[in-house]
Structures are given as C-alpha cells and as structure tokens.
C-alpha cells in the first residue's frame, strides 16, 4: 500500500537554529509531491510542488528538495512565526481520478 | 480570485443525527475534493467531485455522501453521526484536465470543525 512517512514528528527549535524536515514515501508512479504549512484550525497553506529528483524550490526560509524516495523540507533561521504542522502529500494517480495522500505531518515549534 | 470558502467554521450534533457541510470552489477550479483530518492525523480523502459526479472515494462508508452543483460548489452530508466523526472537514479545489488527470495543486478551505457528542 501507497505510504507517505513523515519525521520527526515534532521538533522544537531555537530561532535561528536551522534544520530539516523528512518525508519518505512509497508510492507507484509519482505525479508530484506537496508540502503544505497548517496553522492550529485552520486548512493546509500550500508551499511548494516537486515533480522529479534533483528538483528543489524556495521560498523565504524554506528549500523543498526531492529524490526519488523522499523529500526534504529545510528551514534556515527560523522565526516564532514559522511554528506551524508541516504536511508532506503525494500525487497519485488512481483508476479515472487523482488525489493527495497525505502524512501525519511534522510539529515544528520556534522558540524566541 | 476568490479562495475556497467553507460553512460552518463549528458544528456541535450529537449521536444519530446527520450533517450538511457546503463548500465553495476557487474561481476556475471544476474539481472539489473533500478530506477528514483527525487531530494529530494528516488530513484523509473521503470523496472527489468533477462535473457533477463522484469520480473516486476513499476508505468511508457509504453514509458519506456528497454532491456537486454546476457552479462546482459542493455539499458533504454524514447520516447517522458517530462520536469518531468528530474531526476537521477539509475541502480542496482543483482543476481536472479532460480524461481525469488531476492538474496543478489542491487549495484547501479553512475547514468545518465538527464535534459529535
């Protein structure tokens, strides 16, 4: 079965204290992978779409980068206002449709 | 462009009853997806909608039902509510390409937060 892993599941940081974020998946025919930022209620904010290894996208203090197992979210000197979930998800192509699968999600909390 | 919107923000039913969430597409998007996320949980596809159709579900139950409108707004309805119910509805809008190919990113709503008592 298709799975999306996400870790670590929360991480604590330092303001200014980079680090990286993992998703591994196992997918079948990959159309794309997705992070998206989730503030407490509200729905997932969409930051970056990967299609092939190599790929890599930024924005502000995050890079999303791509092989062909896994992705990485990396977050250099982080902010308070960067603490958020961080929502991994692959694009799958499924029998006339296609949808995102998504992980648990990483907790990521900055500390002043 | 106007982003996905979604109604109620809360809803608090109670055991047995049933429920109608509504969801409005981002302008230009023909698809409408809609996903449970428990808490702590990454968000779960419940159902997809495109052209007025259900064209794909996932792991749930047929009590979760749905519909599409022609301006591509949606409804989700959950009869005979259980206390595992209670959860965040999210609803994503896209844009599906003829021939089903799912194009560009799913733009989520601020979700209903639905509590099953």
């Known amino acids: 079965e298709d799975q999306v892993t996400q870790s670590p599941e929360a991480l604590r940081l330092q303001e200014g204290e980079s680090s990286s974020l993992n998703c591994s998946y196992t997918?079948?025919?990959?159309?794309?992978l997705f992070w998206y930022r989730q503030d407490p209620g509200k729905g997932p904010e969409f930051l970056f779409t990967?299609?092939?290894a190599g790929e890599e996208k930024e924005k502000e203090r995050l890079k999303a980068t791509l092989t062909k197992k896994e992705s990485f979210l990396h977050i250099t000197a982080p902010k308070p206002e960067d603490s958020a979930t961080y929502l991994c998800?692959?694009?799958?192509?499924?029998?006339?449709?296609?949808?995102?699968?998504f992980g648990k999600g990483t907790m990521l909390l900055v500390s002043p | 462009e106007t982003g996905v919107t979604q109604s109620p923000t809360h809803l608090i039913k109670t055991r047995g009853q049933q429920v109608t969430l509504r969801c409005s597409s981002q302008?230009?998007?023909?698809?409408v997806s809609w996903y449970q996320q428990a808490l702590g949980q990454g968000p779960q596809f419940i159902f997809q909608y495109y052209r007025e159709e259900e064209n794909g579900r996932g792991n749930f139950p047929p009590r979760f039902s749905g519909l599409q409108f022609p301006n591509y707004s949606s409804e989700l309805n959950v009869n005979a509510l259980e206390l595992d119910d209670s959860a965040l509805y999210l609803c994503?809008?896209?844009?599906?390409?003829?021939?089903?190919?799912?194009?560009?990113?799913?733009?989520f709503g601020p979700g209903t937060r639905l509590l099953v008592l």
């Open positions: 994503a809008s896209s844009q599906t390409l003829d021939g089903g190919r799912l194009s560009g990113t799913q733009y």
């Open positions: 990967l299609y092939s």
């Open positions: 998800a692959v694009h799958e192509a499924k029998k006339g449709y296609s949808t995102l699968t």
């Open positions: 997918v079948s025919g990959l159309r794309g």
């Open positions: 302008s230009g998007h023909n698809t």
